[in-house]
């Protein structure tokens, strides 16, 4: 079955980047769409950025659009989110999710099988 593996996060200040990484595995063809999502205390979970595998299209929520950057290294069979220019409010846990899809993507956690269990992204200011 699909597994998905997130690491990455950690304690970094304002402005600052950091790299998270999804290990996948299970897919047996190019058609599935993996989203990263973060969920802050308190708050409803999130997408973040969602990369449909087949098109290569990609989705930035509005706050995060020219600071973070999604990729997929098919041969390692990881997504990638990088986190530059970071602000505060960007703490949360991060978690990255997949679903087996011809194309297409969704902004909506329910949406998605199969999820990464989280890692925790802390900004200070």
């Known amino acids: 079955d699909v597994q998905l593996q997130a690491s990455g996060g950690g304690l970094v200040q304002a402005g600052g980047s950091l790299r998270l990484s999804c290990a996948f595995s299970?897919?047996?063809?190019?058609?599935?769409?993996i989203g990263w999502f973060r969920q802050a205390l308190g708050k409803e979970r999130e997408a973040v950025s969602c990369?449909?595998?087949?098109?290569?299209?990609?989705y930035y929520a509005d706050a995060v659009k020219g600071r973070f950057a999604i990729s997929i290294d098919n041969a390692k069979e990881t997504v990638y989110l990088q986190l530059n220019s970071l602000k505060p409010e960007d703490t949360a846990i991060y978690y990255c999710?997949?679903?087996?899809?011809?194309?297409?993507?969704?902004?909506?956690?329910?949406?998605?099988?199969?999820w990464g269990q989280g890692t925790q992204v802390t900004v200070s200011s």
């Open positions: 990369i449909t595998r087949s098109t290569g299209r990609t």
């Open positions: 999710a997949a679903r087996r899809a011809s194309r297409g993507y969704s902004t909506d956690p329910s949406w998605y099988v199969y």
């Open positions: 299970g897919f047996t063809d190019d058609h599935y769409a």
